[in-house]
């Protein structure tokens, strides 16, 4: 089993910056590549960001490239969500997610999920 614990959320005005923080426990040799989705009330969970755990090539959903930027630091088994330029938009419930055997866009095919930050952005 892995464990995701998310931090960093918060509001935060229109054109401000947040550093969402999701810190990995247990089996993390099992993972292959840790996602950020997001939940705005009354809508489907949705891809952000997602990077390999082992490497790099991160892939960005359009709505946030530019703005937003995954990173992963394997030392501290954890993964990092900056989030610049942010957007009303963007106010949702952000989700660590970890995958033994991808890093893609799908929310099925993550295995472990963290408990959900809120991030709230006012105009």
């Known amino acids: 089993q892995v464990q995701l614990v998310e931090s960093g959320g918060g509001l935060v005005q229109a054109g401000g910056s947040l550093r969402l923080s999701c810190a990995a426990s247990?089996?993390?040799?099992?993972?292959?590549?840790m996602g950020w989705f997001r939940q705005a009330p009354g809508t489907e969970r949705e891809f952000v960001a997602a990077i390999r755990w082992g490497g790099r090539n991160p892939y960005y959903a359009d709505s946030v490239k530019g703005r937003f930027t995954i990173s992963r630091d394997n030392a501290k088994n954890t993964v990092y969500l900056q989030m610049n330029s942010l957007k009303p938009e963007d106010t949702a419930v952000y989700y660590c997610?970890?995958?033994?055997?991808?890093?893609?866009?799908?929310?099925?095919?993550?295995?472990?999920w963290g408990q959900g930050t809120q991030v709230t952005v006012s105009s």
């Open positions: 247990g089996r993390t040799f099992s993972i292959y590549g």
């Open positions: 997610a970890a995958s033994r055997t991808t890093a893609n866009v799908l929310v099925a095919s993550y295995d472990y």
